[in-house]
């Protein structure tokens, strides 16, 4: 796979990343977080709970399971979502246990990239991208797209 950096491209759909809920679940370690995500039909996101945190259960509507790999020595959750023509918002809900029970200052409790891609046909292509892809062989397929990556920070203040 190659990556070919195009023209400046603004999404055609807001995609954005909503909480919904985020509260510390009372006489516990633990928070509940619910997160809304909008965006196209083709999406990614990845998790990572900060040192500190665990992530205890999950939920979403979605039929996707999450993988779990390593980032910078953390867990990290990794869930793709392709959902046709129907580009409806999506939820997923966190418990995450706060381990570090004496420190109260404001930190972040996890990390989240939301990943969207925007696919189109040949009619979209730009000419630089044009004279470039003709250069290939035939046999080989070409994809056309642009993403857009958005990094949140889930914080444990209170607001």
Same mark, same amino acid.
């Given at each position: 796979?190659?990556?070919? #950096?195009?023209?400046?491209?603004f999404?055609?759909?807001? /995609? #954005?990343? $909503? =909480?919904?809920?985020k509260?510390?679940? %009372? %006489?516990? /370690?633990?928070?509940?977080?619910? !997160?809304?995500f909008?965006?196209?039909?083709?999406?990614?996101?990845i998790?990572?709970?900060?040192?500190?945190?665990?992530?205890?259960?999950?939920?979403?509507?979605?039929?996707?399971?999450?993988?779990q790999?390593q980032?910078?020595?953390? #867990? +990290?959750y990794?869930?793709?979502?392709n959902?046709?023509?129907?580009? +409806?918002?999506f939820?997923?809900? !966190?418990?995450?246990?706060? =381990?570090?029970?004496v420190?109260?200052? +404001?930190? =972040?409790? !996890? *990390?989240?990239l939301?990943?969207?891609?925007?696919f189109?046909? $040949?009619?979209? &292509?730009?000419?630089?991208?044009? /004279?470039?892809t003709d250069r290939?062989?035939l046999?080989?397929y =070409?994809?056309?797209?642009r993403? &857009?990556?958005? !990094?949140? %920070?889930?914080?444990? *203040? $209170?607001?």
């Open positions: 796979m190659f990556w070919i #950096k195009g023209e400046s491209y999404p055609i759909r807001n /995609t #954005k990343m $909503e =909480v919904i809920k509260e510390r679940v %009372k %006489k516990s /370690t633990n928070w509940e977080i619910v !997160l809304r909008h965006g196209p039909t083709q999406t990614s996101i998790m990572s709970p900060n040192f500190g945190f665990d992530l205890i259960s999950w939920s979403t509507n979605l039929d996707s399971t999450p993988t790999s980032w910078n020595g953390r #867990k +990290a990794h869930i793709s979502h959902s046709g023509k129907n580009d +409806a918002p939820e997923i809900s !966190l418990i995450l246990n706060d =381990v570090n029970t420190e109260r200052n +404001a930190r =972040v409790m !996890l *990390d989240i939301f990943g969207s891609y925007f189109y046909g $040949e009619e979209k &292509v730009s000419p630089s991208i044009r /004279t470039f290939f062989p046999w080989t =070409v994809n056309h797209y993403s &857009v990556g958005q !990094l949140y %920070k889930i914080t444990t *203040d $209170e607001n």
